[in-house]
């Protein structure tokens, strides 16, 4: 799941010119529930280079025994969740969709100080280092 | 102001310390510099800085050797280490060592400015990186060479660690933890005391793991 989100980060480093720091604690081999948990993050933190006019956005990953969160975090300009469903199906599906479909959760808190992505993915997949 | 903390240079590349002088050479005051581990332990005994800016890649045994030497000495002066990388070795040898904290130079000039602060404070300085190298070795660490209550994070602790790791700040952590930034910085500080006192093998070995990842 790191290499997946290292190499998404990166990505959008190059792409976007913003900053993106990744911290990842635990790690797990990629299946279908991670793939789709990388696919969000990695929606989240292109959401966050292109609209939050920021120069850094923040990753941070943690994988346990039953569960593996991404935050995705950003000090940029915010914005409403509830008012943007219609206008941006960004987060809508990509974010949403993908981790629902998936048994995942997701939250957003957004505010004039900044955005936080949360994604939450509970999993039954056994971990790569039997922690 | 004559209270300015005294801060010295260590750093074996001319134009980042010129750098690091414009950059905060108005906020603290700048004592001395110097560019490898023997004059910079010989210079820092003999001017006593509150806080040494120190290199981790410095040629002649590294900063380690440096905050080693200079501890036996001079148990006062604080360390701040500097790197270009944070590669997971690196970091726990220098905050092993007794580093208060570890920064990469990527940092802004103002949050190195604050984080010389709280280490001549004697805070520590966790950034996000190391917050979550922190959390990893501790959850990978096997607690048998230490005593159980040193070798593990408290639950408070690691959603500390957590919150820092996500990039908040010590004051957002307190807030969403419901407690004053002064917790925060207690909770950060045993768990900085918490990795000095683990055993170094096993974190060296926790490093080579994590490089791999």
Known sequence: MIGALEAACSEIEKRSGVAVELVAVGDRDLGEQ??????AARESVMNAARHAGVEKVSVYAEADGDSMWIFVRDRGVGFDPSSVAADRRGIAE????RMERHGGSV???????GTEVRLLMPVEEIPIDER | MSDRTRVFLVDDHDLFRAGVRAEIGDHVELIGEADAVDAAIELIREREPDVVLLDVHLPGGGGRAVIEAVRETHPDVRFLALSVSDAPQDVVDVVHAGARGYVTKAIRSEELIAAIEKVSNDDAVFSPKLAGFVLDAFTTLAPADVDDE???????????LQLIARGYTYRETGE????SVKTVESHVGSVLRKLQLANRNELTRWAAKRELI
């Open chain 1, 34 to 39: 991670t793939r789709a948990l990388v696919g």
């Open chain 1, 94 to 97: 990509s974010v949403r969709g």
């Open chain 1, 107 to 113: 939250e957003i808190v957004s505010s004039g100080a």
């Open chain 2, 150 to 160: 040193l070798a593990s994070l408290t639950a408070r602790e690691r959603e500390v």
């Open chain 2, 176 to 179: 969403a933890l419901f407690i």
